[in-house]
């Protein structure tokens, strides 16, 4: 079911009402996995929400260490495509 306020524009980036609405491709999917994006911080804390609605699932993180490096899904590689590839694509 795709919500309305889940749609990313392209053109500014993939942002949509408080999150971020783009198709990943990760290595370990056959196609790619429509992600919605959400981050935040607070105390020394971050956290990132991805969920992958069409996929059923959702990965939520949190850190208290700032040098933690989340990277951009887009770009294919970092923390953050390494770990949505274990939780989303590896059966």
Known sequence: M?????????????????????????KGCKEPVNLIERRGAIGGVQVRNFLAPGMGKVAIVFTNRGNVEFCGVWLGSGFSYDLLNAALCIN
């Open 2 to 26: 795709k919500q309305k306020f889940w749609t990313g524009d392209p053109k500014l980036g993939y942002a949509a009402p408080g999150v971020c609405s783009f198709p990943a491709n990760l």
